[in-house]
């Protein structure tokens, strides 16, 4: 079961590319500026975010790479991380159990 979890996991971060494939902007992925032309406003959450939030790899890319590695290299990373964290959360549950 964990090997076919992985092999998932590594089809969908090899299929990520396809996201260039498309226009416009993924679903909530929107910056100030969208949301201001989506909505005439932005949030102030959102803006007040900006001044101290920045993306690890902003606009899935990675400087001295393509297009494409980047996006790949966003989805390894975004998954590695999301794992680790997971692994995280359960070690200390289980610390408290």
Known sequence: ?????????????????????AE???????????????????????????????ALLPDYSVKGVGETAGYLISAFVGSALVYLAAITYMKVIARSK
Do not use: K, N
């Open 24 to 54: 416009g902007t993924a679903w909530g992925e929107w910056g100030a500026e969208d949301l201001m032309a989506m909505l005439g406003f932005v949030p102030r959450g959102i803006d007040q975010a900006a001044s101290w939030w920045q």
């Open 1 to 21: 079961m964990l090997r076919r979890y992985w092999l998932i996991l590594v089809i969908m971060a090899l299929l990520t590319p396809l996201g260039l494939l």
